[in-house]
Nanobody, 118 residues
């Protein structure tokens, strides 16, 4: 089992910034991919940003130029820097990690609330 420890999130005003962090614990192998998804009320969960163990990144069009995903000192830690936040960014943000144990398997954090006020 892989336990994803999430931190960050909270309430900020539009135009402000937040920094989300996620660390994969109790994993036999290091994740080959880590990232963040989000789900707003009444909407499906969507990709925000991901980064592979090789450093490749992928962002949702709605966050390009505003959000930056990166790896921390520990390879099992991913950081999402969110700048110029908008009210439409309000959602529960979920950390995701892909670990290969015979076959790729996705693990999810319990989520952290991000609320952006006008």
């Amino acid at each position: 089992q892989v336990h994803l420890v999430e931190s960050g999130g909270g309430l900020v005003q539009a135009g402000g910034s937040l920094r989300l962090s996620c660390t994969a614990a109790e994993s036999i192998f290091s994740p080959i991919r880590m990232g963040w998804y989000r789900q707003a009320p009444g909407k499906q969960r969507e990709l925000v940003a991901v980064i592979t163990s090789g450093g490749s990144t992928n962002y949702a069009d709605s966050v390009k130029g505003r959000f930056t995903i990166s790896r921390d000192n520990a390879k099992d830690t991913v950081v999402l820097q969110m700048n110029s936040l908008k009210p439409e960014d309000t959602a529960v943000y979920y950390c995701m990690a892909t670990v290969v144990v015979g076959a790729p398997d996705d693990y999810w954090g319990q989520g952290t609330q991000v609320t952006v006020s006008s």
